[in-house]
C-alpha cells in the first residue's frame, strides 16, 4: 500500500511539474503573440500614416497645379485666396478613418492663427541670390540681433555658398569649421536645403527655428510683393512706413490677407500706382518703391509652395507632420522632410 501511495505521490507532482512547464510555455507563447500582433499594428499605423501623409501632400499639389494652371500660371486674386486661404479643400483631407490637413502659422508680427492654405516660396528672401545688406536686415527684424551682430551672422550665411572670386574679402571662415570637435569643411556651393544653416558659424536652433519662416532657397531672388511679409519687405529696403502702407492696400477693408476683397498687384511697374488706389503713397515713398523694383528685386508671381500637412491616425492621439516644397512649373514635390 505504501509504494502504491508513494508511486501515486511522484505521478501527481510529476503531473504538476508538466502541468507547471506548460502554463511557463502558455505564458511565453502568449507574450510573444502579443508582441508580434503589436508590432504588425504599429506597422500598419506608420504605413497607414505614411499613405495620408502622401495622399495629403499630393492633393494640394495638385490642387495648387490646378489653380495656377487655370490662372496661366499669373497670381490673381483668385489664386491668392485659394492657396493662401482654403478651409474647405485643406482643413480635412481624408483617407478611411484617418484624417490630415494642410495649414501653417505665420510668422511673428503677423496674424499668428492657423490658417489652412500652404505659403508661397517667393514670400521669402533667398539666401542664394541675397546680399549682405538685405539679409542683415532680416537678421535684425527677425532675430532682434544688434547691428554688428546681424553683420557677422550675415557674412557667415554669404561665407558658407560662395566660393573663389565670390568669397567674402578679408572674412576667415575656415580655421573655425576646421577647429570643431567634429571638424567639417565649409560648403563653397549653393544651399541646397534650409537645414545647412544650422551648420553655420554663429548660428543656433532656436535661430534657426525663427528664420526659417522668411528665407529659401528656391526661385529665382525675387520677393512676391503679394505675400511677402513686413520682416521681408523691410529687409529690401523699404521703409516701415512704406511697408505699412503696401500691407493696408494688400488686404483690403477686412485688413486680411487671402480674402475677396484682397488688392494683387500684377505688374511691378503699377505697384505704386496700384497703392495711390487705396492709400495715398508721398512722393518720396513712390520713389523707395520704385528704387527697390529697378534693384530687381520685386515680383507678382509665384511657382514654389511649401506644403505642410499634419496628419492623425483614428486610432492613436499623436500627430505626425511633412513639409514638402512643390513647384508648379516642374509639377512635382522637390523638398520632403518628415518630423
Known amino acids: 500500500m505504501r509504494i502504491r501511495k508513494a508511486q501515486t505521490g511522484m505521478v501527481l507532482i510529476l ?48 490642387y495648387i497645379h490646378q489653380e495656377m494652371e487655370v490662372s496661366n500660371f499669373v497670381f490673381t486674386p483668385a489664386v491668392k485666396m485659394n492657396l493662401l486661404n482654403n478651409t474647405n479643400e485643406l482643413s480635412n483631407i481624408t483617407l478611411g478613418r484617418d484624417t490630415a490637413g494642410v495649414g501653417y502659422i505665420l510668422p511673428s508680427g503677423s496674424d499668428a492663427s492657423l490658417h489652412w492654405g500652404v505659403v508661397d516660396e517667393e514670400s521669402k528672401i533667398n539666401l542664394n541670390k541675397t546680399d549682405q545688406l538685405t539679409l542683415t536686415n532680416l537678421l535684425i527684424n527677425v532675430l532682434a540681433l544688434n547691428d554688428e551682430d546681424a553683420s557677422k551672422l550675415a557674412l557667415s ?33 549653393d544651399y541646397e536645403s534650409l537645414d545647412e544653416i544650422l ?46 502702407k503696401i500691407l493696408t492696400a494688400r488686404r483690403g477693408k477686412d485688413g486680411i490677407d487671402g480674402t475677396p476683397d484682397d488688392l494683387v498687384f500684377l505688374k511691378t511697374f503699377e505697384i505704386t500706382s496700384d497703392i495711390n488706389s487705396v492709400v495715398q503713397l508721398t512722393l518720396d515713398e513712390a520713389r523707395a518703391i520704385d528704387a527697390v523694383n529697378m534693384r530687381g528685386l520685386l515680383t507678382t508671381d509665384s511657382f514654389y509652395f511649401t506644403i505642410e500637412a499634419t496628419g492623425k491616425i483614428a486610432s492613436r492621439s499623436t500627430l505626425k507632420s511633412v513639409r514638402a516644397v512643390y513647384s508648379s512649373r516642374e509639377d512635382k514635390i522637390i523638398y520632403w522632410n518628415e518630423r
Do not use: H
Not at 499613405?51 to 501632400?57: C, E, P, R, S, T
Not at 536652433?205 to 520682416?231: C, R
Open 15 to 62: 503531473a504538476l511539474w508538466v502541468l507547471g512547464i506548460l502554463t511557463i510555455l502558455a505564458v511565453s507563447v502568449a507574450a510573444g503573440i502579443r508582441q508580434k500582433i503589436f508590432l504588425v499594428a504599429r506597422l500598419d499605423e506608420r504605413s497607414r500614416m505614411e499613405y495620408l501623409l502622401q495622399a495629403a501632400v499630393k492633393k494640394a499639389a495638385g
Open 157 to 189: 550665411l554669404l561665407d558658407w555658398r560662395q566660393y573663389g572670386e565670390g568669397e567674402v574679402s578679408g572674412f576667415f571662415s575656415d580655421d573655425y569649421y576646421s577647429n570643431l570637435q567634429y571638424p567639417y569643411p565649409k560648403k563653397n556651393a
Open 199 to 244: 551648420l553655420v558659424k554663429g548660428m543656433n536652433k532656436q535661430m534657426y527655428n525663427k528664420l526659417i519662416n522668411y528665407v529659401t532657397i528656391y526661385g529665382d531672388g525675387t520677393v512676391n510683393i503679394n505675400t511677402a511679409s513686413k520682416e521681408v519687405l523691410e529687409a529690401l529696403g523699404l521703409p516701415e512706413a512704406v511697408v505699412d
